[in-house]
């Protein structure tokens, strides 16, 4: 069975470049549009193994996001990446320290997004 990537983005061209490289690696994707959907998303998924959130977002930023997925015992060790353009080291570490596994900056190559994913997967 393929995994599945929740991507929580509020830019519809990330979202939708994030879930081209995805399903062309094989996963499956389920996209939301910032924290609040990507939380109903994740709430409504038979199963998700791995998140890619953005931090700046309307509604719910990617930090509340993720604070709010580590808070629930059913999701403390579910892989989360955060893919932001936002790369100044505080972000950075509270990313990390919220319960990120992996903080990319944007932009990234796609082969250094996948060989860190495969990772997290096992």
Known sequence: ???HILIVDDSKTIRNLVAFIMKKEGFK???AEDGLD??????SAE??????????????DGFTFI???????AYRDLPIVVLSTEGKENDIRQGLELGANLYLVKPTQPDTMMKNIRMLLG
Do not use: A, F, W
């Not at 199963?47 to 719910?60: A, C, E, F, G, V």
């Open 1 to 3: 069975m393929s995994k």
């Open 29 to 31: 994707v389920t996209m």
């Open 38 to 43: 990507g939380l109903e998303k994740l709430y």
């Open 47 to 60: 199963h998700i193994d791995l998140i890619i959130s953005d931090i700046n977002m309307p509604r719910m």
């Open 67 to 73: 604070k709010t997925v580590r808070e629930q015992e």
